[in-house]
């Protein structure tokens, strides 16, 4: 099992640039989770799922869209990149629930300038 | 609400004990740790559930204060490979019928020879 994939894994983009980041598990979880970290800060929810076709948003999802068309893929999106959106992210699935261990991807350092 | 975590930092000697503490203003259904090495991505150790059940580490222990919405991992005899940024993450209700995971600014902890 590769767990959890995320691509790029590196990425700068300019201000008013749109892009994907690709986000995929292979361990049939039904949710999954996009994070983004500042130093110091911690991690902040920015969007989740509960399953295919199922999506909410978490604490911080000003800026970005998700879908989640199937079980093992839940890429998020940035229309217009802005500088407040420097940041590393995370994607990571669980089990059903949020009471439940969850496995996160190695990360996507994104540098808007 | 983010939870708060104490200390901020700590230096620890091989062999030592550590405990670092989280707490929330909310009334909380479970407490999550994770440990986070530079550069990695967060690592599941704990899931701590309200009622009692425990899920998670065998060499790493960690309480929950239901009552008094706070939490304590415990880290005895450390070693080097415990070093790291120790995350609690707090999950509670958030409306609708879902609960939401809400994490700490961290806590880093340096093991020294």
């Known amino acids: 099992n590769a767990g959890v994939t995320q691509t790029p894994k590196f990425r700068i983009l300019k201000i008013g640039q749109s892009m994907t980041l690709q986000c995929a598990q292979d361990m049939n979880h039904n949710y999954m989770y996009w994070y983004r970290q500042d130093p110091g800060m911690g991690l902040k929810l920015i969007y989740y799922?509960?399953?295919?076709?199922?999506?909410d948003k978490g604490e911080v999802p000003n800026g970005y869209n998700v879908s989640r068309s199937t079980t093992e893929d839940f890429p998020l999106r940035l229309e217009l990149a802005a500088p407040s959106q420097t940041s590393v992210y995370f994607c990571?699935?669980?089990?059903?629930?949020?009471?439940?261990?969850?496995?996160f991807g190695p990360g996507t350092r994104l540098t808007v300038l | 609400q983010q939870p708060v975590q104490s200390p901020q930092a700590v230096i620890l000697r091989e062999g030592e004990d550590a405990v670092i503490n989280c707490s929330s203003s909310?009334?909380?259904?479970?407490v999550h740790w994770y440990r986070q090495k530079h550069g990695e991505a967060p690592v599941f150790l704990m899931i701590l559930l309200k009622g009692g059940e425990q899920k998670g580490h065998d060499k790493i222990s960690a309480s929950f204060n239901e009552k008094k919405q706070q939490s304590s991992l415990y880290l005895t005899a450390s070693q080097l490979s415990y070093s790291g940024t120790y995350f609690c993450?707090?999950?509670?209700?958030?409306?609708?019928?879902?609960?939401?995971?809400?994490f700490g600014k961290g806590t880093k902890l340096s093991v020294i020879p």
């Open positions: 993450g707090t999950e509670a209700y958030s409306g609708a019928g879902s609960y939401q995971l809400t």
């Open positions: 799922s509960v399953g295919a076709g199922i999506t």
């Open positions: 990571a699935s669980g089990g059903t629930g949020t009471s439940n261990e969850q496995f």
């Open positions: 909310k009334a909380l259904y479970s």
